[in-house]
């Protein structure tokens, strides 16, 4: 493949669907992962129409360790290489926390985190062999505040922070970048369970964290934008 390369996760809707079409229109060819086939073609679709880019779909349920080792290796397989894999799937349960089951607790660990930690395990590497790469991840404001019925996302989302900041130190030294963002509220599906949400026209849209990714990946390779904070300019209550 002489296009880079872009894997994303959850790009069947919002934020990720958002980000594969920016480094599509920015020449990258595309792998997309998430559950729902259907709205994964649909993402696809759009960019073939409008970029013309080549895209991979490879449905995948990221509590699966299964279906991540077949993300992975297909991926590696398919294009032979990832210069930017981005860990942007996630779940949130919003709930007061004697309300929140383990089940749901579970599933938020389980995609916000653990399928970050085992899928970053097997892409990076590739990234060491090519002394290049970029690894950016969709954390949230809620993993560096805590929130009201926010424990188990909130858990999911510091550990994640964590997680990035401590991978940074470690293979910066290998060229590459580990870019973490962090969102307020953006005008998505998950967005419509938060009751502090904006107004829309004020909110953050799917399309501005994609043009953040971007940039973090367009510095030169030298520098990197290892914590960005996302937030409404002003925004309006309901
Ligand atoms: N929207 C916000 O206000 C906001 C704010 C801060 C941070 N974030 C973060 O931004 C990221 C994207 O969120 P969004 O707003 O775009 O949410 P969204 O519209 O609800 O999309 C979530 C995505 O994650 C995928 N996903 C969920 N569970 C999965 C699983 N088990 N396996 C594979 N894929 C799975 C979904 O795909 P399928 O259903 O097809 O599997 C979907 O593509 C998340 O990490 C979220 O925590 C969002």
């Not at 293979?171 to 998950?190: A, C, Y």
């Amino acid at each position: 493949m002489d296009n880079p390369v872009v894997l994303i996760t959850g790009a069947s809707r919002g934020i990720g669907r958002a980000i594969a079409l920016k480094f599509a229109s920015e020449g990258f060819a595309c792998i997309l992962a998430a559950r729902n086939r259907e709205k994964l073609e649909e993402t696809a679709s759009l960019i073939r129409n409008q970029y013309g880019s080549p895209t991979l779909i490879v449905p995948t349920n990221l509590r699966r360790d299964a279906d991540i080792d077949n993300l992975a290796s297909t991926a590696l397989a398919q294009w032979g290489k990832v210069d930017v894999l981005v860990n942007n799937a996630g779940v949130l349960y919003l709930k007061p926390f004697l309300e929140l089951s383990i089940e749901e607790f579970d599933e938020m660990m389980q995609v916000n985190m653990r399928a970050i930690f085992l899928l970053t395990q097997k892409i990076l590497p590739s990234m060491i062999e090519r002394k290049q790469g970029t690894i950016i991840n969709i954390a949230s404001l809620a993993g560096k505040n805590g929130f009201k019925n926010g424990t188990g996302y909130g858990a999911s989302k510091w550990a994640l922070r964590g997680w990035a900041a401590s991978l940074m130190m470690e293979v910066r030294e290998h060229n590459i970048r580990v870019v973490t963002i962090f969102p307020g509220s953006v005008d998505t599906d998950m967005a419509g369970q938060l009751p502090t949400a904006p107004r829309r026209e004020s909110m953050i849209q799917p399309e501005d964290i994609a043009r953040a990714a971007y940039l973090a990946y367009a510095l030169p390779e030298r520098t990197m934008l290892s914590e960005i904070d996302v937030r409404p300019t002003n925004p309006q209550k309901p």
